[in-house]
């Protein structure tokens, strides 16, 4: 590896190892030679591949004030990870991603600090915009930029949960081990309901167990039962439709037969499988289980899951399945969203030992257990090395 400079005060980056040598940076970046230091400046380690200098990646943040709100601990794993291969990441906000470069934060592993830093427009960029309203704002100038300048974007938006079911569907293989799901209207809701003892009511785009209703037929009436502790009864269908438009139209939710899981203790838990693209295929980086509070609805932690491991179970976890269905999903994803790099999915057992998959996000959520933690950051970098073709041993040092 070599050595790059960031001069501090006046912002621009430079090299002093070769007068000759013609060294890039990012995208299409060529880093001038200095050969004496300023007094304040960074020194940081970079693989070099024939004369380039990276990969430096784009993590896209949304913004808050003058700074960026997201997943700060993930963030610095991935810098952590990046640096110590040769590579750099930098957290932007859509607005200060132009065609001159970048204007966003550095985090720095051996001092734990961060810091404002400009660099040219990156190899890579990887979308964790942590708000819908932020992708539709924003996500085109992003997209319009990098394919202007012929930059991959990692994990381009949300899932819808209709389109994504339809894209599921389609797959031979995933379709036996899916709930039957529909577009929601009053005909939908009637004809669940009228077939399936339970469902779930789902807003398309949604995220951390919100938006989600279990209804339960009790006789004439309906039961709806959210993440708070109190349930609430319809009188008829009519009712509940009112109901649930008054927020939005009844055609941004799905409607999912509920599907009757093997419990533990007495309560509903999901399977919830992160996933990375390595090289054709699609790969398990970790498996945890999540526990349903009392109210059964969902089993995220936000929403009063709790954290179990598989060995708790009372059932031997089915890994040779998961991992030929994961592998189905994320090329299935790849066929329509394109650039996917990463995955999770929540995933149920019923009694029988069949699995059945509830959910797939395209932003995982922070897992908890810390050896997942490690491996997530591990090999989002490796993707990122794959997507920007660089390799170690490829590389001159």
């Not at 200095?34 to 304040?40: A, D, F, L, M, W």
């Not at 938006?211 to 039961?223: A, D, E, P, S, V």
């Not at 009864?233 to 927020?247: D, E, H, N, W």
């Not at 526990?291 to 708790?312: F, N, R």
Request: positive net charge.
């Amino acid at each position: 590896m070599k050595e790059l400079y960031y001069e501090l005060d006046s912002q621009t980056w430079y090299q002093n190892f070769n007068k000759e040598e013609k060294v890039t940076f990012g995208k299409y970046y060529s880093v001038p030679y200095k050969k004496e230091h300023e007094s304040n400046y960074l020194s940081l380690p970079f693989l070099l591949k024939a004369s380039k200098a990276g990969p430096l990646v784009a993590i896209l943040a949304s913004p808050n004030h003058e700074g960026f709100v997201g997943n700060i601990g993930l963030f610095k794993r991935i810098q952590k990870s990046l640096q110590q291969q040769g590579g750099l990441s930098v957290v932007v906000t859509p607005t200060n991603l132009t065609e001159n470069g970048i204007e966003g934060f550095c985090y720095l592993p051996q001092h734990d600090h961060w810091i404002k830093m400009r660099t040219p427009l990156p190899d890579i960029i990887y979308n964790r915009l942590s708000r819908y309203e932020d992708e539709k704002r924003f996500l085109d100038q992003t997209e319009k930029l990098a394919s202007l300048y012929h930059i991959p974007v990692f994990n381009p938006q949300f899932f819808d949960k209709w389109e994504l079911y339809l894209q599921l569907q389609d797959n031979e293989t995933l379709s036996q081990h899916l709930p039957k799901t529909g577009l929601l209207s009053e005909e939908t809701l009637s004809e669940y309901l009228s077939t399936y003892p339970s469902v779930y009511i789902k807003k398309r785009k949604s995220k951390k167990g919100k938006g989600i209703y279990l209804i339960i037929r009790n006789g004439n009436t309906y039961l709806m039962r959210t993440t708070s502790p109190s349930t609430v009864l319809f009188p008829s269908l009519g009712k509940l439709a009112r109901f649930l438009q008054k927020g939005e139209a009844l055609d941004s939710y799905i409607i999912q037969e509920a599907i009757s899981t093997l419990p533990m203790k007495g309560k509903k838990f999901d399977y919830r499988i992160l996933a990375h693209a390595n090289q054709n295929r699609f790969t398990i980086t970790g498996v945890g289980v999540r526990l349903a509070k009392k109210q059964q609805v969902t089993t995220h932690v936000p929403a009063g899951g709790a954290i179990v491991s598989t060995d708790e179970l009372p059932v031997k976890t089915d890994h040779e399945t998961m991992n030929l269905l994961i592998n189905h999903c994320g090329k299935q994803l790849n066929a329509f969203y394109d650039d996917i790099g990463e995955f999770s999915a929540d995933v149920g057992v019923t009694r029988e030992g069949k699995l059945y998959i509830f959910e797939l996000n395209a932003k995982p959520m922070d897992f908890d257990e810390p050896p997942i933690k490690r491996q997530a950051a591990e090999n989002i970098t490796r993707v990122f090395y794959e997507r920007t073709n660089y390799t170690k041993q490829e590389s001159s040092s």
